[in-house]
């Protein structure tokens, strides 16, 4: 099993950056693929961006060229950089593991984007 923390979220203004960390307790996280999603009030929740225990990456159109996902496996963590944030960025963000079936989710963090 594992267990997911998100941190990093906050309020910032259009065009800055914030960078999420995910970090994982529990088994094997390497073995897991990571993905981050967002939810904004009254959507439904999206992928944002995915990256497998291989390290290949997938982003939503929305956020290609300025959001990067990236996993350090000593640490534990998945990280997501958003550079050049938009007010249509404001949501919940949260992260995921998922293994043969498995699901895992943390408890989100709230970005905010807006001047």
């Known amino acids: 099993q594992v267990q997911l923390v998100e941190s990093g979220g906050g309020l910032v203004q259009p065009g800055g950056s914030l960078r999420l960390s995910c970090a994982a307790s529990?088994?094997?996280?390497?073995?897991?693929?990571m993905g981050w999603y967002r939810q904004a009030p009254g959507k439904q929740r999206e992928l944002v961006a995915g990256?497998?225990?291989?390290?290949?990456?997938n982003y939503a159109d929305s956020v290609k060229g300025r959001f990067t996902i990236a996993r350090d496996n000593a640490k534990n963590t998945v990280y997501l950089q958003m550079n050049s944030l938009k007010p249509e960025d404001t949501a919940v963000y949260y992260c995921?593991?998922?293994?043969?079936?498995?699901?895992?989710w943390g408890q989100g963090t709230q970005v905010t984007v807006s001047s």
């Open positions: 529990g088994s094997s996280f390497s073995i897991y693929a």
């Open positions: 995921d593991a998922v293994h043969l079936g498995d699901v895992y």
């Open positions: 990256i497998t225990s291989a390290g290949s990456t």
